[in-house]
């Protein structure tokens, strides 16, 4: 069965960029979308864009435009989530799960703090 | 966006009990609703799809209903392992894709 494993935690400064991987393991790797999406602490769940490797779309929320790009390695089967110019507001823990609409299955998650 | 709002925010149920989660979308988006468990330390798992279609391999006391704007999800006999944060999510075309807030459950 198709499982995603992302990442480890991480711990940046404020104004740096973090790159999240999550590498899918089963399955066609190419055909499916994969999704990001985040959790800030207590929070609920956002979602932030995704990307079709196959055909090479990739799709933001309008909130994270010009600050995240997501990108797709299929020699290696991972998917990467990239966020620059990070702020306190960005400590959350970050998910990749596969599918367009209703997602299944999702990553472990990776926490990412942002702090001075 | 469309908003998505969860009620309760909390509960806490018995053992066997019958629970009843309620998900509102602030406009109409016909059956176009997933559902999440989520428990601590435990990958994020999808229960439902297209308002009321269950995932598979997920036990048969989850079900969902509704469409439009008012959806339910419902636990027909509650189990100690059902204890987790449930979350309705939108995925209506050409919307973008939103959550409701999480619906915590707990054993009484």
């Known amino acids: 069965q198709v499982q995603l494993v992302q990442s480890g935690a991480e711990v940046k400064k404020p104004g740096s960029s973090v790159k999240v991987s999550c590498k899918v393991s089963?399955?066609?790797?190419?055909?499916?979308?994969i999704t990001w999406l985040r959790q800030a602490p207590g929070q609920g769940l956002e979602w932030m864009g995704k990307?079709?490797?196959?055909?090479?779309?990739?799709k933001y929320a309008e909130k994270f435009q010009g600050r995240v790009t997501i990108t797709a390695d299929e020699s290696t089967r991972t998917v990467y989530m990239d966020l620059r110019s990070l702020t306190s507001e960005d400590t959350a823990v970050y998910y990749c799960?596969?599918?367009?609409?209703?997602?299944?299955?999702w990553g472990q998650g990776a926490l990412v703090t942002v702090s001075s | 966006d469309i908003q998505m709002t969860q009620s309760p925010s909390s509960l806490s149920a018995s053992v066997g009990d019958r629970v009843t989660i309620t998900c509102r979308a602030s406009?109409?988006?016909?059956?176009?609703l997933a559902w999440y468990q989520q428990k601590p330390g435990k990958v994020t798992k999808l229960l439902i799809y297209?308002?009321?279609t269950l995932q598979s391999g997920v036990p048969s006391r989850f079900s969902g209903s509704g469409s439009g704007t008012d959806f339910t999800l419902t636990i027909s006999s509650l189990q100690p392992e059902d204890v987790a944060i449930y979350y309705c999510?939108?995925?209506?075309?050409?919307?973008?894709?939103?959550f409701g807030q999480g619906t915590r459950l707990d054993i009484k």
């Open positions: 799960a596969r599918g367009a609409d209703w997602f299944d299955p």
């Open positions: 089963g399955g066609t790797f190419n055909i499916h979308t």
């Open positions: 990307i079709v490797p196959i055909l090479g779309i990739k």
């Open positions: 406009q109409g988006i016909a059956h176009f």
């Open positions: 297209a308002a009321s």
């Open positions: 999510q939108n995925y209506n075309s050409g919307s973008s894709i939103t």
